[in-house]
């Protein structure tokens, strides 16, 4: 099985991926009333042509181990992950891959509980993995039932699959 190592989230690792913001620690103008403070638009998601955007949440547990089984890709929408409870691998291979060269292709990185990651329309990914402790709940935010209309996914086969390592600073 091919291994690959977590990538620092840098905004210039991540940018053809889509972006991210730290939900839990917002910068920048805020505004509001005394005793409150409004910080608007931190991320942006691209829904395409729906005009709703719906918000589930993953849970995901830690006896699942790292090992990528599927690789997922919407073609019309971004979405939205961030975990409400720890943190998070993720991976990604760019848009305009197709499966099979996209499994070469996949980098992975570790996302801070509150962060939350934008991913363009597609841009190949799928489930996130648990850092510590036994689960993870990931809040997931894309068009009304985009897993119905637009989603495409490959299960790796065997020697496909990819184990995720933690570089040694996380």
Not at 16 to 41: E, H, I, L, Q, R
Not at 43 to 71: D, I
Not at 109 to 116: A, E, H, I, R, T
Request: charged fraction near 20%; include cysteine.
């Amino acid at each position: 099985m091919r291994q690959i190592e977590t990538k620092p989230l840098t905004l210039e690792n991540f940018k053809k991926y889509g972006s991210f913001s730290d939900m839990g620690s917002p910068a920048g103008t805020g505004g509001g009333v005394p005793g409150m403070t409004f910080y608007p638009d931190m991320e942006v998601l691209e829904l395409g042509q729906a005009h709703m955007a719906a918000f589930s949440v993953t849970c995901v547990k830690k006896a699942l181990g790292r090992t990528v089984l599927a690789l997922e890709q919407h073609a019309h929408c971004g979405e939205g992950m961030m975990s409400l409870d720890g943190d998070m691998i993720v991976y990604f291979a760019p848009a305009g891959l197709t499966y099979p060269a996209v499994v070469d292709k996949v980098e992975a990185f570790v996302v801070p509980k509150n962060v939350m990651v934008t991913i363009r329309p597609g841009v190949w990914h799928c489930m996130p993995f648990v850092i510590s402790g036994e689960e993870i709940h990931v809040l997931n935010v894309l068009p009304e039932r985009t897993y119905a209309n637009d989603c495409k996914m490959h299960v790796l086969k065997e020697e496909e699959r990819i184990e995720i390592l933690l570089r040694e600073e996380e």
